[in-house]
């Protein structure tokens, strides 16, 4: 068992690894053609098994390689910039369902440029390209940053004398575009047709300055915190609820009642405090292990935790490895001298000592049952990035699992109506394991869309919780027997209303393979806009995925803004845009009277260049996007949770009150509402 959650453990550090590296070296240089032209070239050598597009690639299709010129001086472009010398291969690709061109081993993209002014040449920009495997499906976006002057000309280049070209433009225009994120296709192609913005000298730090206190002043709405916290309380007690229903736990209710009444015969209340006692120590117990989980990682950390791609493919390793042991193909269990140790303590020492070592011992030798269930619920409660989740979680966990002790030995005739040990807590463990296994999926979800790999797509998502679920239903049924199952002679009034349950709850899910919204479980599932086929037409998306580009579309068109701080692993975003933002009325005055800029916190794309801050007295390096809005909600407006809705007008300063998690629609369209009148005032 330990070799193979350590060969789990380390496959999902080598995935990891593998998605971080960058997988084809390139080497710019510049290069004389003669005729006052050059050719500026980009040579990639591409590791083994993966391929990079080529420029020309059908719209809706895959990130082409492109090159991005933002200043050109004293030279034109000659042509198209293109693949020369490379060898192109040609296929059909399912996903995006289009011929695609792409390149293996090595390639070489060129663009000529004919050098009018050597003194004053100049040129800026990045070179953008996107690098796939055929192992996994993986893909990654890789950026190289231009800034090449007179002196990066070749010495061999003449340049022929030309008349001078009246109104030349010193510099070439370019629309600005967003940055690499979550916005559709189409929705990028209507924001940059609508914006045509050209670049200006025009320094946008003033979209930065604090408005802390402003903000303040107008209030808030809502609030993410503590919500997640009775959220994860809730979680605690039904894990610990779940628990005592398993061939781990349940059984040894009655026998360690039984103990504590037999102890004190002659004392009825002495043995009743004890096992009142006994809970407690349990509860303790539990308590402390959240406690130690915090004490490891720390707030920062376990904010982490929800976004980082190394943690969410170790938790879908965990929840899948717990899984396979409620199936039946092994045993999760501590080592046996643990518990007789700890058996062995509460026999040589007395009172309340031995109590505790009591509890110790069910930990330990429930461990193999409740194992799962605490790692599932740590797992929840660790993702939500709250310095108090874990504790709070086991606090549940362990008030639901020490109740029935406390109670049974209060009444302790209750004990002979108790339902016996049977197959039906094996079930128990295995319709469990059909859970964890469908809640694993979430979590790589998070890690795939953070890292936009594109392997768990909304539909593919959704068809494997329909199976997991049909699958349960089956169990349940007695269509499907696991290792550990006794013979079911007939099926039950329960198997048969949770068998309903489960396949009702798969049949809900197939509309969503066609855009069904599925406001059920819009917290787990992927967004809507990763699906590659949808007849639904009702949800919002945003206008812009950056910051500066879309306060400069307020700007030249005088609308108030709205920014969305959320996270592609952020629970509650998911539940606003499926509740809240589906309104007509709200979706109207999103997309008609907002500029609507969605900013994820999560996103894990490098940014072209590392940005160096002051944060708390420290400098810190934003090296990927999701760390650039980060610190842009941190710096600007004081909070960190998301989601998080602020309004602005297009000079970044507030205009009416922010809004964090609160499904009630008329509360949001009145928050829309206040930001509107704020912002004619102000006209």
Avoid at 209 to 234: C, M, R, Y
Avoid at 503 to 522: E, H, N, Q
Avoid at 574 to 595: A, F, G, H, Q, T
């Amino acid at each position: 068992m330990k070799k193979i959650f350590l060969l789990l453990l380390a496959l999902s550090f080598v995935i990891v690894a593998k998605a971080q590296t960058d997988p084809v070296t390139w080497l710019t240089s510049i290069l004389d053609k003669g005729n006052g032209e050059v050719e500026l070239t980009f040579k990639g050598t591409i590791a083994p098994t993966w391929y990079v597009y080529d420029t020309e690639i059908p719209d809706n299709g895959p990130f082409p390689a492109e090159l991005n010129i933002e200043t050109l001086k004293g030279a034109t472009a000659v042509g198209k910039f293109k693949a020369i010398d490379s060898k192109a291969h040609k296929k059909y690709d399912d996903i995006f369902g289009m011929d695609v061109t792409y390149y293996e081993n090595n390639v070489t993209f060129a663009q000529r440029l004919k050098i009018t002014d050597r003194a004053a040449f100049r040129l800026e920009g990045d070179f953008r390209s996107q690098a796939c495997t055929t192992v996994d499906g993986q893909c990654m976006m890789l950026t190289e940053d231009l800034d090449f002057g007179s002196a990066d000309l070749p010495k061999t280049l003449v340049i022929e004398a030309a008349a001078p070209v009246a109104n030349q433009p010193k510099e070439t225009e370019k629309p600005v575009e967003t940055a690499v994120g979550i916005l559709p296709s189409d929705s990028v192609e209507t924001a940059q047709t609508d914006l045509n913005i050209q670049n200006e000298d025009r320094d946008p730090s003033y979209l930065w300055t604090p408005v802390i206190s402003e903000v303040e002043a107008f209030g808030a709405v809502g609030s993410t915190k503590d919500l997640t916290l009775l959220w994860i309380f809730v979680l605690g007690f039904g894990g610990g609820l779940i628990a005592l229903l398993t061939p781990c736990v349940w059984p040894m209710i009655p026998m360690t009642v039984s103990f504590f009444l037999k102890r004190n015969k002659k004392d009825k209340g002495k043995a009743i405090r004890e096992a009142i006692t006994y809970g407690l120590a349990i509860i303790l117990i539990y308590t402390l292990l959240g406690l130690v989980i915090t004490a490891i990682f720390g707030p920062s950390a376990l904010n982490d935790l929800s976004t980082s791609a190394t943690f969410n493919i170790l938790f879908f390793a965990l929840l899948v490895f717990f899984a396979v042991s409620f199936f039946g193909a092994f045993e999760i269990r501590l080592p046996s001298s643990w518990s007789t140790k700890m058996d062995s303590k509460a026999d040589s020492t007395t009172g309340i000592v031995s109590i505790f070592f009591m509890a110790f011992t069910l930990a330990l030798v429930s461990f193999s049952c409740t194992g799962p269930v605490i790692g599932g619920l740590l797992v929840e409660a660790a993702s939500s990035g709250s310095l108090l989740a874990p504790a709070i979680g086991m606090i549940g966990f362990s008030i639901a699992l020490a109740i029935p002790f406390a109670l049974f030995a209060i009444f302790p005739s209750w004990l002979e109506s108790m339902p016996k040990s049977g197959g039906w807590l094996n079930s128990v463990k295995v319709v469990l394991g059909f859970l964890e296994l469908a809640l694993a999926f979430k979590f790589l979800s998070v890690a795939d869309l953070a890292y936009g790999w594109g392997i768990l797509d909304r539909e593919v998502f959704l068809v494997l919780w329909i199976i997991i679920f049909v699958l349960l239903g089956a169990y349940l049924l007695g269509k499907l027997k696991m290792p550990h199952d006794s013979d079911l002679k007939h099926v039950s009034v329960t198997r048969l209303f949770l068998s309903i349950i489960s396949l009702s709850f798969a049949l809900y899910m197939v509309p969503g393979l066609w855009g069904a919204p599925l406001k059920a479980i819009s917290a787990f599932a992927p967004p809507l806009y990763t699906q590659d086929f949808s007849l639904y037409d009702g949800a919002v998306h945003a206008k812009f995925d950056d910051y500066e580009t879309g306060m400069e579309y307020a700007k030249r068109n005088n609308k108030p803004v709205m920014i969305d701080f959320s996270g592609f692993g952020c629970v509650n975003c998911r539940k606003m845009e499926s509740s809240v933002w589906i309104d007509p009325r709200v979706k109207s005055k999103l997309e008609n009277d907002y500029v609507l800029i969605t900013l994820m916190v999560d996103d894990k794309h490098k940014l072209p260049e590392v940005m160096e801050v002051e944060e708390n007295g420290s400098k810190t390096k934003l090296k990927t996007i999701g760390d650039k809005w980060g610190y842009l909600q941190r710096h600007k407006f004081g909070t960190s949770s998301q989601p998080y809705y602020v309004l602005l007008d297009a000079d970044g300063k507030p205009i009416g009150p922010s809004y964090a998690y609160n499904e009630d629609v008329d509360k949001y369209i009145q928050f829309l509402n206040t930001g509107l009148d704020n912002f004619k005032k102000k006209d």
